[in-house]
């Protein structure tokens, strides 16, 4: 058997990384899982053929522990990013710092392909911290590998997701959603679609050092998400929007608790659109054609619906 090409993808062990690291995997590379915590994703290893996918300790944050995971490897996928904390600190360490430590670190041990997961929206004149962090980490991957491809996707819903999963929890609990950003507008893409496109731009070296804007077919607002949720569980709730002002009391209480649950800086995010632009490459130059949300969603909602059945979408215009 010929030697097999190594890919390491860092954050391989969270919700979108086991998509990817599956991906890379059935094209036949050698998978390395860079991540914290190594022992919780040892259960990926069956996504390959035995000996195929190992998790390695490495950090970020550290240079000995990245420089160990990249060399050797031809391919790295920078997955690692954090959506915030109260001090913002994190987002400076893991997604300005942490990518370019990356990058830099993969372009010193000759590193060919380099992908950096983003987010649309990032732009060094977003509202929110989180956007501009993840529009500087760009530029520090960019001065180490100028030819490196960065994806960024719309919010990503999937089976593990923490967003449609969520509001489906808390419909089940709760007499009243409160819905915040309720006209802010989003592009959610499936999880399974975005790791096709980073193998895609893996094999294929001519797609190199650009950008993918990546959104699914349906844009929907925010109550008009929550508004299919409910209807797909087959629950009966009523919808409080939550003013802005009453939002940012909320948001500076909650940031502070266990969990972040809501943050001040993710009301900012929710304060403009997040959907693809006209004219931004992304799917239909790749020639994929993007899932649903009707597609997809509703056969791992069913656990929290009150009756069975699958329902489709139907939403407030």
Known sequence: MSEQKIATVFGGGGFVGRYVVQQLAEAGYRVRIACRRPDKAGVLRVLGNVGQIAPFYASVLDDASVACVVEGASVVVNLAAVLGDASGQGLEAVNVQGAGR?????????????????????SHTAPSAYGRSRAAGEDAVRAAIPQASIIRPSVIFGPEDQFFNMFAMLARYLPVLPVYGARTRLQ????????QVVARLVEEPSLAGREWALGGPDILTMKQIYQWVLHTTQRSRALFEVPPALARIQAAIFERLPGSILTRDQLLMLSQDNIVSAGQPGFAELGVTPQSIDAVVPFYLTRYRAGGGR???RVEK
């Open 102 to 122: 990356v990058a830099r670190l993969s372009a010193q041990a000759g590193v060919s392909t380099f992908v950096q997961m983003s987010a649309l929206g990032a």
């Open 311 to 313: 329902s489709g979408i």
């Open 188 to 195: 959610p893409v499936y999880v399974g679609d975005v790791a």
